[in-house]
């Protein structure tokens, strides 16, 4: 195969794909049976049937039991805006990162003392095995589950004291800057590093999705003067939604 030359199976799912995009194949519709697609694209099974693959990875098509392949019907993307502002008014983290304000979101959650990982206790700058708090979110939109975090927060910073719980307290659900406020931590810098990865099996499975789907990963950690007081892995359906960043000039 020379440079720039797709095999086979490649070629045969370009075109399939770009009938699913220019609509000659429409949400619902069967896509051809591997025969079909071996006659007119003179091509063997297997190849026929990774074309197939392909196109399933992708998530244009699923395959329904003793039924076939199908064209799936595809979402319009909404967006979730990312901003280091905070306006006045009490407004939660999660309803300002909605981008329609009319958006009327909701979340559960649920926290409990863990150990920090390797990769957790470099993030927030501490010993592996140091106890931390960990809270697990499902976020819902319309009812729809949209988002999921898993945050972590060192027990030397938040234990013992009114925040300890983010869910709880009087500022609890009001974020991480107002509640380290509270106790007299001011948030001063955040980061986040936005990646992608196909989902794991149990994140679809809340999420919505087949084995293979992908999810932008956004990690997020908080800073008070240099040390971290909270780090996070925010997980969003890549076929749904998409990120928008909205940063302030100086």
């Known amino acids: 195969m020379t440079f720039g030359e797709q095999p086979a199976y490649l070629r045969v799912a370009g075109d399939l794909r770009k009938k699913i995009v220019d609509g000659q194949l429409p949400p619902h519709t069967r896509l051809p049976s591997q025969a079909r697609i071996r006659q007119e694209y003179g091509v063997s099974d297997t190849v026929a049937l990774e074309a197939r693959k392909v196109l399933m990875a992708e998530g244009l098509v699923e395959g329904r039991s003793g039924s076939g392949t199908y064209v799936r019907e595809r979402p319009v993307p909404r967006r979730i805006s990312r901003s280091g502002y905070?306006?006045?008014?009490?407004?939660?983290?999660?309803?300002?990162?909605?981008?329609?304000?009319?958006?009327?979101?909701?979340?559960?959650?649920?926290?409990?003392?863990?150990?920090?990982?390797?990769?957790?206790?470099?993030?927030?700058?501490?010993?592996?095995?140091?106890?931390?708090?960990?809270?697990?979110?499902?976020?819902?939109?319309?009812?729809?589950?949209?988002?999921?975090?898993?945050s972590w927060e060192p027990l030397t910073v938040t234990?013992?004291?009114?925040?300890?719980?983010?869910?709880?307290?009087?500022?609890?659900?009001?974020?991480?800057?107002?509640?380290?406020?509270?106790?007299?931590?001011?948030?001063?810098?955040?980061?986040?590093?936005?990646?992608?990865?196909?989902?794991l099996a149990e994140e679809l499975l809340v999420l919505g999705g087949v084995p293979g789907h992908v999810v932008l990963v956004i990690q997020r950690t908080f800073y008070a003067s240099g040390r971290p007081v909270e780090t996070a892995d925010v997980v969003v359906p890549a076929d749904r939604y998409r990120v928008a960043y909205h940063l302030p000039v100086k």
């Open 86 to 150: 905070r306006p006045n008014g009490g407004a939660t983290p999660f309803r300002q990162e909605q981008a329609d304000g009319e958006g009327r979101g909701t979340w559960e959650s649920s926290s409990e003392q863990s150990e920090a990982s390797v990769a957790v206790a470099e993030r927030l700058g501490i010993e592996p095995g140091e106890r931390v708090m960990c809270t697990r979110y499902l976020y819902r939109e319309g009812g729809e589950a949209m988002m999921l975090s898993t």
């Open 159 to 199: 234990g013992r004291t009114p925040v300890m719980l983010p869910e709880e307290g009087p500022v609890g659900g009001m974020g991480v800057v107002e509640r380290m406020r509270a106790i007299d931590v001011i948030v001063d810098n955040v980061t986040e590093e936005v990646g992608a990865r196909p989902g």
